[in-house]
């Protein structure tokens, strides 16, 4: 952990195949990089193979575009590996890194990877799929009744290099933006989970206390809990399956890494405040319905005017989808977990951790700011197209004047300074080589 490099901004995606050529180019009886398939719009995937232990490895950076600290991760294990002989000998593996598993999505997020502590540069050029047309969430799905079959050509790749190498370990890397660090595991592995919750102290993080991200979960320690199950996800939200579930055919360890890419202590201060968990979620709850309702009011009032099938449109519309869902699926298990760590009281009416209180605050912040900021993209297409009915120059000044008030709330409610790339990427090396055995 403590030889990865210092790093200012994250990496176009032409500067980081360049950056994956160069270490190729340097280490040729070594590494070898081959194309396993391409993307929506055409771009190359690229997988960068180093190693010949016995076991495979896969290496999963950027399955969310929005979430590029894995790229600088897999440049920075791709190096290591490169660079010392005797750890590729002790891993025992051979390993497949995937830098970039959506560069289509990554090149619409470009705008902020060049100034990653910016929050306004980071909400005004966001760009996230949704779930249903994400790199992580398409692998196919039968379950009973349901099905999803819409595999992307992305997702498609991947499973074609599972499918060819028989991973005994797969890791799919993740981060998110005011949150502590955690990590899912697809094995009650408590050893392996106490190991993994020490990294992130390591380099100054803070473990996440709040509630978990999907449902299914459950913690083994603080900072680490069980993989969701793939099938009750995917029906959830009209997704597919994940990584996990794909490289649960081949018995493979899976492990999720996720780092915050701002800092604030509240994330894992685990003290009692003066107001109830169901209190907390339910305020949390209708703050997120208060924004549905006015976004999907906005869309209505531009739907029939816009013409420009942006992906900024359909990344505004599904999202909106799976708000609801989020939001209901809250409100129907507010508690569920409560009590769950060691040292909490337990109960739904507990009273509700700081951390707790602080992790559905982000949650409002959160959604506000990803979803009016694509919201504003998809009507700067329009109106850069030319032509744009008045309705969408409406909508346009009334988001941006929320969107600048909902900022302003964001930035005053945590104003932590943003965390060192380095750190980030340490900490998601640091879980990898843990899980490969180290």
């Not at 360049?18 to 590494?31: I, K, R, S, Y």
């Not at 102290?201 to 680490?224: A, K, Q």
């Not at 809990?225 to 009209?238: E, I, L, M, Q």
Request: negative net charge; contains cysteine.
């Amino acid at each position: 952990m403590s030889r990865v490099p210092d790093r200012a901004a994250f990496p176009s995606v032409d500067a980081l195949n360049a950056e994956l050529d160069a270490v190729a180019a340097a280490h040729p009886g070594l590494v070898r990089t081959r194309r396993i398939g391409t993307s929506r719009l055409g771009e190359p995937l690229r997988v960068a193979t180093v190693g010949d232990g016995p076991a495979d490895a896969v290496v999963i950076g950027g399955p969310h575009p929005n979430e590029p600290v894995g790229f600088l991760t897999v440049t920075a294990l791709l190096d290591l590996l490169c660079r010392d002989a005797a750890l590729r000998a002790r891993l025992g593996h051979r390993w497949h890194l995937v830098a970039c598993a959506d560069p289509d999505g990554a090149r619409l997020n470009e705008g902020w990877y060049g100034r990653p502590g910016d929050r306004r540069a980071y909400a005004e050029h966001f760009f996230r799929p949704d779930l249903a047309d994400q790199v992580e969430w398409t692998f196919p799905l039968s379950d009973g009744d349901y099905r999803f079959d819409r595999t992307l050509p992305e997702t498609a790749a991947l499973m074609r290099l599972m499918d060819e190498v028989e991973p005994s370990l797969v890791c799919s890397l993740h981060n998110g933006e005011y949150q502590g660090a955690f990590f899912y595991l697809n094995r009650d592995d408590p050893a392996l989970a106490r190991r993994l919750a020490e990294l992130p102290g390591l380099e100054g993080l803070p473990l996440h206390h709040g509630e978990p991200e999907l449902p299914g979960s459950r913690t083994i320690v603080p900072g680490v809990h069980t993989t969701p199950d793939g099938r009750r996800v995917g029906a959830a939200f009209g997704a597919g399956a994940s990584s996990a579930d794909h490289a649960a055919r081949f018995g493979a360890l899976h492990l999720v890494t996720e780092v915050p890419m701002w800092a604030d202590a509240r994330v894992a201060d685990r003290t009692p405040t003066g107001t109830g968990h169901r209190e907390i979620a339910a305020a949390g709850a209708a703050a997120r319905r208060e924004l549905a309702d006015l976004l999907e009011t906005a869309l209505k009032a531009v739907a029939d005017e816009l013409t420009v099938r942006s992906p900024f449109r359909r990344s505004t519309e599904a999202t909106l989808r799976t708000l609801r869902t989020l939001t209901e699926h809250a409100g129907e298990h507010a508690g569920e977990h409560a009590g769950e760590h060691a040292g909490e009281p337990a109960g739904p009416d507990r009273p509700a951790t700081v951390a707790e209180a602080f992790d559905q605050r982000q949650a409002v912040h959160l959604f506000r700011l990803r979803l009016t900021g694509t919201f504003l993209r998809m009507l700067d297409a329009e109106l850069a197209a030319g032509g744009a009915a008045p309705a969408v120059r409406v909508q346009r000044r009334l988001l941006a004047e929320r969107f600048d008030r909902w900022l302003a709330e964001a930035e005053a409610d945590s104003p932590g300074p943003a965390i060192e790339i380095r750190r980030l990427v340490a900490v998601q090396l640091g879980a990898i080589l843990l899980a490969a055995g180290i």
